[in-house]
C-alpha cells in the first residue's frame, strides 16, 4: 500500500465535508481523502470507512465501463497515527475546468434554487444550451442505476458535472467523481458482523438517494423495480450486461487493509442489489 505520508504538499482548494489535503505522488496531483471523524453521538467508531467507500465505489463503476477518476488506497501517518486514506487523481489542468451541475443549474434558471428535486433537475438538463441534452440524460440515469447498485446516498449536484476546455469552449461530461458515501461507510465491524440476512435485506432495498420526488428521498430499489421510468428503464438496458459481479467481488476480495468480515458485507449487499437490477433487466429487455 503506498504511503503518502511525505508526498509534496499544496494549498487545498477543493470543496466538500471530509478531510482532505492537496498532495503531489509521482508528478500527479491527487485529492487525499481523510476518514471523517464521527458526527453522530453513541458511535464508538474512530473514523468513518469512507476511503473504502471512495475506491471501491469508484472502482465498480470503472469495472462497469464508466470514465471515472483514478483513486489509489494508501495510507498517511499524522499525529503518530497511520490512517487509511484515498487519493482521488485531479482530472483538471490549466485548459479544462470543471462545473459542477450545481453551477449549470445557477445559470439554466437564476429565479429558482434548484437541489436534488429530480423534476427540477430534469428541467434543467432540457433547458440548458450548454450541454447536449440527451448523453446529459443519459449519463444521469446511468450514475443513478450504478449508484443504487452501490448504495451512494449522496449524489447531489455538487459531485457531478462537466469539462470545460477553455481553448476551444467544448463541453463534455466529467469523469465519475465523488463516492465516497457508498456502502455504509458509517457501519462498524463489529455491527456488520452482528447484521442477519433479513436485516442484510432491508439494508439493500432500504437505500435512499438524495434524489427527491414530491421533497421525499426516493428509494433507489424500489424506484428501479416499478420500472415506471424509461429513461432508467433503458439505463438498466444499457447497463445490465456490464456489471460483471464477479470481476466486482474479485476487487473487493483483493482490497487492502480492510476486514474479511467487511469484504463479505460488501460483495453481498451488491449482490442483493444485483439480482433485483437483473430481475428488471429480464422484464424489460
Not at 465505489?57 to 490512517?83: A, H
Not at 434554487?113 to 434543467?124: F, G, P, Q, W
Not at 450548454?130 to 452501490?150: G, P, R
Request: glycine share 4%.
Amino acid at each position: 500500500m503506498i504511503n503518502f505520508t511525505n508526498a509534496v504538499e499544496e494549498f487545498n482548494n477543493y470543496k466538500g465535508s471530509e478531510k482532505k489535503k492537496t498532495l503531489i505522488y509521482n508528478k500527479k496531483k491527487y485529492l487525499v481523502k481523510f476518514p471523517d471523524p464521527i458526527r453522530e453521538k453513541n458511535k464508538n467508531i474512530s473514523y468513518i470507512n469512507n476511503a473504502f467507500s471512495e475506491y471501491i465505489g469508484s472502482n465498480v463503476f470503472k469495472i462497469i465501463g464508466f470514465d471515472v477518476q483514478n483513486t489509489i488506497l494508501g495510507k498517511y501517518e499524522y499525529n503518530g497515527k497511520e490512517k487509511i486514506v484515498c487519493a482521488c487523481e485531479d482530472f483538471t489542468n490549466d485548459d479544462n475546468v470543471l462545473y459542477e451541475f450545481e453551477n449549470l443549474a445557477l445559470s439554466t434558471n437564476p429565479d429558482k434554487k434548484i437541489e436534488t428535486e429530480l423534476k427540477d433537475i430534469l428541467e434543467v438538463i432540457e433547458e440548458s444550451k450548454m450541454i447536449d441534452t440527451e448523453e446529459t440524460k443519459q449519463k444521469f440515469w446511468d450514475m443513478f442505476v450504478i449508484d443504487s447498485l452501490i448504495g451512494n446516498t449522496d449524489r447531489h449536484n455538487g459531485n457531478w458535472g462537466f469539462l470545460l476546455n477553455k481553448n476551444t469552449g467544448k463541453v463534455k461530461l466529467s469523469p465519475i467523481y465523488d463516492c465516497g458515501s457508498a456502502l455504509n461507510p458509517m457501519l462498524e465491524d463489529n455491527e456488520i458482523e452482528r447484521i442477519n440476512e433479513t436485516e442484510l435485506k432491508n439494508l439493500s432495498i432500504n437505500c435512499y438517494s438524495c434524489l427527491k420526488e414530491n421533497g421525499k428521498k426516493i428509494n433507489c430499489m424500489e424506484y428501479i423495480k416499478k420500472m415506471e421510468n424509461e429513461e432508467c428503464n433503458n439505463a438498466i438496458k444499457r447497463l445490465f450486461l456490464n456489471i460483471n459481479i464477479d470481476e466486482i467481488n474479485t476487487f473487493i476480495e483483493n482490497v487492502e487493509c480492510m476486514s474479511g468480515v467487511r469484504k463479505d458485507f460488501y460483495k453481498k449487499i451488491i449482490a442483493m442489489r444485483y439480482e433485483i437490477i437483473k430481475e428488471v433487466y429480464e422484464a424489460i429487455k
